[in-house]
């Protein structure tokens, strides 16, 4: 009995451990998130105009806002825009570092130089619940 126990707590043991291996890190970078990603910024690519024209604004002013804020944001959009349709017509490939990844450098690492995976959003709804409280009736 004590045998047939221990040899029980060892397969589960073994199989928990097997289906931890299974989902590496990378796994949701895959051609249909790739191509997500394509899509919005191609749809969504404009909005780096007036986010960074609002981030030049709030950090150095007017004037630098309406002087190369406006001429960074453009290069930013045109740049996410083509990267859009680098992603849409190279989806099925792996490209990057044999990956699904974003070719360009990520906010995470370089802060404000960077850009995040997919378009900045507008408006003033967030996704965190910190300023709203939502009530089901």
């Not at 895959?30 to 394509?38: E, H």
């Not at 986010?51 to 290069?75: C, H, K, M, P």
Request: glycine letters at 10%; charged letters at 15%; hydrophobic letters at 35%.
């Amino acid at each position: 009995m004590k045998f047939l126990l221990s040899l029980t707590l060892l397969v589960s043991l073994t199989v928990g451990a097997f289906a931890d291996i299974q989902c590496p890190p990378m796994a949701q970078q895959g051609p249909v998130r790739k191509l997500g990603r394509g899509i919005s910024n191609i749809a969504f690519g404009i909005t780096e105009l007036p986010v960074t024209f609002q981030r030049i604004n709030d950090t150095e002013g007017n004037s630098a806002a309406w002087g190369y804020g406006v001429q960074l944001g453009l290069s930013r959009a045109f740049y996410r825009i083509g990267k859009g349709f680098y992603d849409v017509f190279s989806f099925c490939l792996p490209t990057y570092k044999e990956s699904y990844r974003q070719p360009y450098p990520s906010d995470l690492v370089w802060g404000v130089n960077g850009y995040s995976e997919f378009p900045p959003e507008l408006g003033f709804d967030t996704r965190f619940d910190y300023s709203r409280m939502y009530y089901g009736y």
